[in-house]
């Protein structure tokens, strides 16, 4: 997917977050994540859980000063 950064949206000042703490949709556990200002103002993407290993999809949306937005759902089924 290819996101058309805004033209206010300013990425490479240093001062967009670059990082974020979510809680895992499937155990509940705190993960921290990296996320990228540079791949655009809204982004989606899957990574798994740093504590059970199941995959989720990432949402990130940046706003205008740079503070991300990110949330994360659970990705498919997974039985235990």
Avoid: K
């Amino acid at each position: 997917m290819d996101f058309e950064m805004d033209d206010e949206f300013v990425e490479d000042d240093g001062s967009a977050d670059t990082e974020g703490e979510v809680f895992c949709p499937w155990c509940g556990e705190p993960n921290m994540v990296a996320v990228d200002p540079a791949g655009g103002g809204e982004q989606e993407y899957v990574e798994d859980c740093q504590v059970c290993c199941r995959p989720w999809t990432v949402h990130v949306t940046y706003d205008d000063e740079g503070n991300a937005d990110i949330s994360v759902e659970a990705q498919g089924d997974w039985d235990d």
